[in-house]
């Protein structure tokens, strides 16, 4: 799990410049597909990921796609 750190803070680190409250859904969907879903097919290519790594950089897309108005409840597909 130590060997993949890297590739979960750079996830997170392309999302924390933007604010996933301020796009729509679809604009959240279209960064997801264009940033987050091609660094990790290019290791997977290359790599077996462990489980746990799959399912670190899942949990970072579904936090981000979900987030946005607290005020608003959001139904989770």
């Known amino acids: 799990m130590k060997d993949w750190l890297p590739l979960i803070d750079k996830s997170n680190k392309r999302l924390d410049v933007w604010?996933?409250?301020t796009l729509s859904l679809a604009g959240r969907t279209t960064l997801i597909s264009s940033s987050l879903n091609n660094s990790p097919m290019y290791h997977m290519s290359v790599y077996l990921l462990p489980k746990s790594t799959m399912y670190q950089l899942d949990k970072i897309r579904r936090t981000f796609f979900w987030q946005g108005e607290e005020q608003k409840r959001s139904i989770i597909w």
Do not use: R, V
């Open 19 to 21: 604010k996933g409250g």
